[in-house]
C-alpha cells in the first residue's frame, strides 16, 4: 500500500507545475509532440522542456519515445491516476 501511495504522489506532484500542465496539454492535443515543437509552442529551450518531460516521465505520466533523433512524448494511458488527472486537466480548458 505504501507503495502505490508512494507512485500516486510522485504522479500528483508532476501536477503541480504551471510548466508541466502547459507540456502536459500540448501533449494531450498533439499526441508524440516532439521536445523542440513544444519548446517553439512555449517559448522555453529544448533543454528546460526536457527536463521538465523527464520528470513527467519519472512520475509515470508520459512515455518518452524515440523518432530518430528526436525526443518525444505521450500520455501514459495504461494509468488510471494519470487518466483521471488528464481529465480534470481537460474539463478546466
Not at 502547459?22 to 533543454?47: G, H, R, W
Request: glycine letters at 2%.
Amino acid at each position: 500500500m505504501n507503495n502505490t501511495i508512494n507512485n500516486k504522489s510522485r504522479i500528483i506532484s508532476a501536477f503541480a507545475d504551471d510548466t508541466r500542465i502547459d507540456i502536459l496539454n500540448l501533449i494531450i492535443k498533439f499526441p508524440n509532440i516532439c521536445v523542440s515543437s513544444i519548446a517553439n509552442e512555449l517559448s522555453l529551450s529544448p533543454s528546460a522542456i526536457s527536463q521538465q518531460c523527464k520528470l513527467l516521465e519519472l512520475s509515470g505520466v508520459v512515455i518518452r519515445l524515440r523518432q530518430g533523433q528526436k525526443i518525444c512524448y505521450k500520455i501514459n494511458k495504461v494509468n488510471p491516476t494519470v487518466e483521471k488527472l488528464i481529465e480534470i486537466i481537460k474539463e478546466e480548458e
